[in-house]
């Protein structure tokens, strides 16, 4: 859907373990980034991508880190998850040309429990 | 970095009332700024947007303001309809250097309208 997928589209795991999502386009978009959702805090920026193997962080990007060894994928990891990880997990990719307006795939909810 | 605000957090306006949303940034750089509306349990979708060009921008019953003097944008949606009922957030692009960009979102403000 509008060339962007996310998985799983739901997770619960344990505290401490280790948790991958990931995001999958289609279309060749350069950036791509994720965000978590939160009750009160909007939508904030975890990390974003500007190419292949090439990241930087946002304003949570504690416990958090990101690869992205093709264009299509670009992957979020959570090292050893804590409760405080529970969120909606949104991708978005920004659309080529002049427009800055991002695309948001179709969110992943996690739980940890 | 960029810092977004949104106010107010919750809207409750009769069905064919206005609404008004305003939103506040710190980065004068700021260029673009987009609103999106947000469904329960869906994605943001982009609803409409501005360039730091023009004051003004119009989209059937949603209409963009801009005062880049002031530093603040603001969403109207006139002739509410139930089906307007949802989140919305604004945002301000940010670039952090090395050609990359950022959109830094505002908290949200829950929008109900009553029937």
């Known amino acids: 859907d509008a060339g962007i997928t996310q998985s799983p589209r739901h997770k619960v795991t344990e505290t401490g373990t280790p948790v991958t999502l990931r995001c999958h386009q289609t279309?060749?978009?350069?950036?791509m980034y994720w965000y978590r959702q939160d009750p009160g805090h909007g939508l904030r920026l975890i990390h974003y991508s500007y190419g292949v193997k090439d990241t930087d962080k946002g304003e949570v990007s504690d416990g958090y880190s990101v690869s992205r060894s093709k264009t299509e994928d670009f992957l979020l990891t959570l090292e050893s998850a804590t409760s405080s990880q529970t969120s909606v997990y949104f991708c978005a990719i920004k659309r080529q040309g002049t427009n800055y307006g991002y695309t948001f795939g179709s969110g992943t909810r996690l739980t940890v429990v | 970095g960029e810092n977004v605000e949104q106010h107010p957090s919750t809207l409750s306006v009769q069905e064919g009332d206005s609404a008004v949303i305003k939103c506040t940034y710190s980065d004068s750089a700021s260029n673009y700024f987009p609103w999106y509306k947000q469904e329960l349990g869906k994605r943001p979708q982009l609803i409409i947007d501005?360039?730091?060009?023009?004051g003004e921008k119009k989209d059937q019953r949603i209409a963009v303001t801009l005062n880049k003097t002031a530093k603040h944008f603001s969403l109207h949606i006139t002739e509410t309809q139930p089906e307007d009922s949802a989140v919305y957030f604004c945002?301000?692009?940010?670039?952090?250097?090395?050609?990359?960009?950022?959109?830094?979102f505002g908290k949200g403000t829950k929008l109900s309208v009553i029937p």
């Open positions: 279309e060749n978009h350069r950036y």
């Open positions: 945002a301000a692009i940010f670039h952090s250097g090395a050609g990359s960009y950022q959109l830094t």
């Open positions: 501005i360039r730091s060009n023009v």
